[in-house]
């Protein structure tokens, strides 16, 4: 069934054996997952790949993840070490993405990993897309469905703002549950965080029962999600701003200026989890209202907070 939008569907038998057609094809479609809408292909196929790359004006030294149903699947491409199996019993299929050594004997084509010895993997946990993982014969080479440095869309028409018909098929999965990009770490030695997630190094360090490090970026990109600009809604963003400046958007955490013209709350009860999923869908409402300008207050530097400021720093890079 379509709905008034030409290329957004909903799930159904007829649509998924669609885009099971159009992914044999090498074709590209806007698919759910639990973090933010990703824009899936062939990960074994290297026209595919550069399909996804050519349509988000991406960096091909900026690596893509790829998408697994299960780690069955995955061992065929990935050495799978013991901080793996843990973290998969443990949160998986979740927000975590692993960074792996590539086995030689890997079909992912170079330019996923940008030619890396590495490859950055995850299982995500939304039905739609596991549905159709299990349904393939290859893994999905899959980034957040926007062009490059811009906002993660958390719904279909978010997609559909950012590729408008150049995207034959967009499932409709409603909104994201998490609404940030997942969590990543390093897990080839010593376990390194390159990009914190609602899945915090807190949680992961109970897990694995050893001291999770913080990657420093040094310029190295590594993984998706290390560009100093990226998640950015298109107009200028102040961080850590005490003070409204009484024409711009103010974004804050609580109900202090409840009501208020020009002040945007991304969870009134505090949550910063519930924060963090409002993050994105908060940029593209002020954008769309035409605002020149985001100020947003402190956020709170631990928990998903610690997501969100990783965000909103690289979104204040204008």
């Known amino acids: 069934m379509k709905n008034s939008y030409s290329n957004i569907f909903t799930f159904n038998k007829k649509i998924l054996w669609k885009t099971i ?4 094809n090498r074709g590209l479609v806007g698919l759910p997952t639990e973090t933010v809408y990703g824009l899936g292909g062939n990960a074994y196929s290297k026209r595919a790949v550069k399909k996804i790359f050519k349509l988000k004006g991406r960096p091909r030294f900026n690596p893509l993840i790829v998408h697994y149903h299960n780690i069955k699947d995955a061992e065929k491409d990935v050495i799978i070490n013991k901080y793996v199996k843990k973290l998969y ?9 692993f960074v792996l050594k590539k086995k030689i004997t890997s079909k992912i084509d170079p330019l996923v990993s940008a030619n890396l010895k590495t490859v950055a993997i995850r299982f995500p946990s939304n039905k739609i897309t596991r549905t159709i993982l299990k349904k393939t014969d290859f893994p999905l080479a899959m980034p957040s469905a926007n062009k490059s440095t811009n906002v993660s869309p958390v719904n279909s028409l978010d997609v559909f703002d950012e590729f408008k018909s150049k995207l034959k ?10 609404g940030i990009e997942s969590t990543v770490i390093d897990l080839t030695s010593i376990p390194k965080i390159l990009r914190p997630g609602v899945i915090d190094k807190k949680n992961i360090e109970k897990v694995l029962k050893t001291k999770i490090l913080t990657y420093r970026n040094k310029g190295k990109v590594l993984s998706p999600g290390m560009l100093k600009k990226h998640y950015s809604p298109g107009i200028p963003v102040l961080i850590n701003q005490k003070k409204h400046d009484g024409k711009s958007a103010y974004i804050y955490i609580g109900n202090k200026h409840k009501n ?4 945007f709350s991304l969870n009134e009860k505090n949550n910063l989890f519930l924060a963090a999923s409002n993050l994105y869908k908060m940029f593209r409402i002020i954008k769309n209202k035409g605002y020149k300008k985001i100020q947003i207050n402190k956020i709170p530097k631990y928990g998903a907070g610690i997501a969100i400021n990783d965000r909103i720093n690289r979104a204040s890079k204008f």
């Open 260 to 263: 208020k013209k020009n002040f």
């Open 89 to 97: 019993k443990r949160f998986c299929p979740g927000p975590i993405t």
């Open 169 to 178: 098929i967009i499932i409709d999965g409603g909104k994201c549950k998490i």
């Open 21 to 24: 057609k159009s992914l044999n």
